[in-house]
C-alpha cells in the first residue's frame, strides 16, 4: 500500500522560468488537493480536485498557477514565470472520506 | 473565514511525561471538522486525530486525545507517555463539513522537542 507520491523531491530553478511538479495519489481517493507551506507556517489551501474536475481555487492560486488532474488520477501543478516569493514547500493530499487528507512528502521549490 | 490560532512556538516534556498542544478556533460554520497533524523533520504532515463537532465525546487515537471544548472554541492535543520520536511540528487544523468547501485551515504550529 503505498501512499501519495510527490516528484520531484526538490527544485531550484532561476527566476523567471516555468515548474512543473506532479502528485499521485492514493490509488482508491478521489479526492486531490495542494497546499503551500512557507517556512515557519502551516500549510495554505491551493486548490481542489473530485476526480478529474477542478472545484475549489484559493485566491493564493494566481494566474501564473495552473493545476490539472486529467482522467482524476495523478495531478500537476505548474508554476509560470516563477518569483521568488514562489519559494515554498509544495504538499499533495488526497482522500477518499470527507475527514482526513493525506498528505504527500512535498516539492521544495527553490527560485534564486 | 476560519481562523486557528497556535499560541505555544515551541514546547518540550520529558520522555515518558503527559504534553498539551494548544489550539483556539474561530469559526462562523455550524457544522465543522477539527484535526490534528504531525510534521517531522523529513516534512511529511501525518494524520493524527480527528474530532467533529457534533462528537459530543473527546477523540482518542492511541496516545493521543483531543480535549475539545466547543463554548470556549479549544481543540487541544494530549500526548501521553511522550517518545523521543514524538519530536516534531504540530499543527491544529479545521474545515467546514457542510457542501462546498473542503479546505483546510491551519495554525502556525507548535514544535514539540522530548527530552530523554
Known amino acids: 500500500d503505498t501512499g501519495v507520491s510527490q516528484n520531484p523531491r526538490h527544485k531550484i530553478t532561476k527566476r523567471g522560468q516555468n515548474v512543473t511538479f506532479r502528485c499521485d495519489p492514493i490509488?482508491?481517493?478521489?479526492?486531490l488537493y495542494w497546499y503551500r507551506q512557507t517556512l515557519g507556517q502551516g500549510p495554505e489551501f491551493l486548490t481542489y480536485?473530485?476526480?478529474?474536475?477542478?472545484?475549489?481555487k484559493s485566491r493564493l492560486l494566481s494566474d501564473r498557477f495552473s493545476a490539472e488532474r486529467p482522467k482524476g488520477s495523478f495531478s500537476t501543478l505548474e508554476i509560470q514565470r516563477t518569483e521568488q516569493g514562489d519559494s515554498a514547500m509544495y504538499l499533495c493530499?488526497?482522500?477518499?472520506?470527507?475527514?482526513?487528507?493525506?498528505f504527500g512528502p512535498g516539492t521544495r521549490l527553490t527560485v534564486l | 473565514a476560519q481562523k486557528i490560532t497556535q499560541t505555544q512556538p515551541g514546547m518540550f516534556v520529558q520522555e515518558k511525561e503527559a504534553v498539551t498542544l494548544d489550539c483556539t478556533y474561530d469559526?462562523?460554520?455550524?457544522?465543522?471538522?477539527l484535526f490534528w497533524y504531525k510534521q517531522p523533520s523529513s516534512g511529511e504532515m501525518i494524520f493524527l486525530i480527528y474530532?467533529?463537532?457534533?462528537?459530543?465525546q473527546n477523540a482518542t487515537e492511541g496516545r493521543y486525545s483531543l480535549n475539545f471544548q466547543k463554548a470556549r472554541k479549544s481543540a487541544n492535543l494530549v500526548i501521553s507517555a511522550s517518545q523521543l520520536g514524538d519530536s516534531a511540528m504540530y499543527f491544529c487544523?479545521?474545515?467546514?463539513?457542510?457542501?462546498?468547501?473542503?479546505?483546510?485551515?491551519f495554525g502556525k504550529g507548535t514544535k514539540l522537542s522530548v527530552i530523554p
Open positions: 493530499a488526497s482522500s477518499y472520506s470527507l475527514y482526513e487528507q493525506f
Open positions: 490509488s482508491e481517493h478521489n479526492r
Open positions: 480536485f473530485q476526480n478529474e474536475a477542478q472545484l475549489e
Open positions: 469559526t462562523s460554520d455550524q457544522s465543522y471538522g
Open positions: 474530532q467533529g463537532s457534533y462528537d459530543e
Open positions: 487544523a479545521m474545515r467546514p463539513l457542510e457542501a462546498g468547501s473542503y479546505q483546510l485551515t
